[in-house]
């Protein structure tokens, strides 16, 4: 690390006031204690992190009076150190891949650790004296969370495919599948895949073969009968898709009377499961009239392939192991989100950045290559390809329609897919864009400016994949609304400028927003939400244009749980 890098962080924190969710600050006047070991380990499973002692916190992060910088740059370097065989564990398991220094901070020695991710198949990293199960850290916010068992468990296995699909269900027969079902699935298979059936003489052989039957039982394996089962859930009662419609922002908004607009239950076999969740969905949305050549169609709010692809993927390469067989898909609908939970994190050693490169990694080998054959119920059409694809189409559904493209948000226990219902350009993003002014417009500076102003921040990578469209294209439409002063440039993070996020008039929005509150009360971003009609994800870039503006005051920083607003 350069001192002009070093600096900079310390600069942040003192801003901040607080760590940060990459950057730890400990005086270590006493030396490396036991509390730094559960940082080390939520950064190595974390994204990584920086460590610095020799500051102290309760002074505005100012050097430590007697710190010992030599004796610290060993105690770490001893923690980093690789270990023999022969020789007892260190503090953390495995070793954390980190590199130490001594660096001046003031002119006084501090140490500086700088923590890498560790590599998915070396996960978890965990307090040696802890034990696995109660010593793995993951970084939250700026504070070190201990993982449950599952969680820890899913980390363990990042890298490892699951068997849980070929487990025989003991408890099943083979008069359990769909006897129709099975035949037009083995009638695909000889018309698609006739070597894999080479020496088949039987139906029965065909499932063997294909892994629908368990050959040493006689009896379906938990992927076929979830593939073909007339009811898998007779076996496996949370194995299926629950799906909620919710009038507010969150589960716990209630509107009026309803916690609830719609709810419902998903059972059967994959395919109908699939099919079923999808018309729920459906039957929940708001539609358009659209013309096209000489008569019109109905057009959802989401587009019904990228619904159907989010869902598919989360049935598909979900955790079937026995810790999260009571776990259900959820398909959670909002005023202005379709969100789908998946149990089990992100499989295969990838993170969030890379799965739009199109590449197949399958958690459940098995009942993602049988979903490549059995067909739907009614028609001809199967659940998935095996081949990546699913994430791009959904990709490019959500933007060609005009919608901000799918988000993606993954833990150690689940995984989650956000689509969102409304486009970038509604009526009062095109309001407020109209606002700033004397500008030469273009349709990509106009869409990354509502991106900014929806999400409050933007990258060149995050307006390259939401708008789908090159890197030098997205740095150039950047740089111009930087070089406009609509927007500045936060080492690589763009933003509006407090000019832009205050506009020239109120918006509708934030005009009921300054009158909710102009009684002299102080409300909640949910409490506003639920008072004004209005969905989260639609005042907060208002509350954040008036509070920067000064019309709105915050009482607590953006990070708080308690922040509320108030004249």
């Known amino acids: 690390m350069r001192p002009a890098d070093l600096q900079d962080i310390v600069d942040a924190v003192r801003t901040a006031g607080t760590d940060t969710a990459t950057v730890e600050v400990k005086s270590g006047g006493g030396g490396v204690g036991k509390s730094l070991w559960p940082t080390i380990s939520a950064f190595s499973n974390t994204h990584g992190g920086v460590v610095i002692l020799g500051l102290d916190e309760a002074t505005g992060f100012t050097p430590a009076p007697g710190f010992d910088a030599r004796r610290v740059l060993n ?47 070396e996960k978890p990293c965990f307090v040696t004296a802890q034990g696995k199960e109660r010593g793995t850290y993951m970084r939250v916010g700026d504070g070190d969370h201990r993982l449950d068992t599952y969680s820890v468990f899913q980390l363990s296995v990042l890298t490892v495919p699951s068997n849980a699909d070929r487990e025989p269900v003991m408890q099943a027969r083979i008069d359990d599948l769909d006897s129709s079902l099975i035949a037009r699935t083995v009638a695909r298979l000889r018309a698609s895949r006739p070597r894999a059936l080479d020496g088949t003489s039987s139906e029965r052989d065909v499932l063997e073969r294909v892994g629908v039957v368990d050959r040493d039982t006689g009896v379906p394996t938990l992927g076929g009968l979830l593939a073909l089962g007339r009811f898998p859930q007779q076996f496996f009662p949370q194995l299926m898709i629950s799906f909620a419609s919710y009038p507010g922002g969150s589960k716990d908004v209630i509107v009026g009377d309803e916690r609830m607009d719609d709810r419902a239950v998903l059972e059967g076999s994959i395919p109908d499961m699939i099919d079923d969740a999808v018309s729920v969905v459906m039957r929940n949305l708001r539609v358009r009239r659209v013309s096209k050549g000489a008569g019109a169609q109905d057009v959802p709010e989401i587009p019904i392939d990228a619904i159907r692809e989010a869902i598919a993927n989360a049935v598909t390469h979900r955790d079937y192991s026995e810790l999260a067989r009571g776990d259900q898909v959820r398909v959670e609908l909002y005023p202005d989100r379709l969100e789908v939970h998946s149990p089990g994190g992100l499989w295969g050693g990838r993170d969030v950045e890379s799965i739009f490169d199109g590449q197949s990694r399958s958690r459940n080998q098995l009942l993602a290559r049988l979903l490549t054959e059995v067909p739907f119920a009614d028609r001809n059409e199967t659940v ?3 081949a990546g694809s699913g994430i791009p189409r959904m990709l490019g559904e959500m933007t060609q329609n005009g919608l901000p493209a799918p988000r993606f948000q993954s833990t150690p226990a689940s995984f989650v897919t956000v689509l969102d219902r409304f486009g970038l350009l509604n009526p009062e993003t095109r309001e407020w864009l109209d606002s700033l002014g004397g500008r030469q417009r273009t349709t990509i500076g106009d869409n990354a400016l509502a991106l900014i102003h929806h999400l409050g921040s933007v990258t060149v990578d995050d307006l390259r994949r939401q708008l ?12 111009d609304l ?79 749980k308690n922040r509320a607003y108030r004249i």
Not at 93 to 113: K, R, Y
Not at 468 to 479: E, G, R, Y
Not at 515 to 541: C, K
């Open 482 to 560: 930087v070089s406009e002063g609509i927007v500045r440039n936060e080492r690589g993070t763009f933003e509006l400028t407090p000019e832009a996020e205050s506009g020239t008039e109120l918006t509708p929005t934030q005009r009921k927003i300054v009158d909710a509150l102009s009684h002299g009360g102080t409300m909640t971003v949910h409490e506003l939400a639920e008072s004004l009609h209005t969905p989260v994800s639609t005042l907060r870039p208002a509350l954040r244009t008036l509070v920067s503006a000064g019309k709105v005051h915050a009482t607590a920083p953006p990070t708080s």
């Open 75 to 121: 105690q770490m370097a001893d923690v980093a150190r690789p270990r023999s065989g022969s020789e007892p564990a260190g503090p953390l398991t495995p070793t954390p891949a980190m590199s130490v220094d001594q660096m001046e901070v003031d002119g006084a020695s501090v140490v500086v650790a700088e923590v890498e991710e560790l590599p998915a198949a």
């Open 384 to 386: 998935g390809e095996n």
């Open 468 to 479: 789908a469209i090159d890197t030098t294209v997205a740095q150039a439409a950047l740089t």
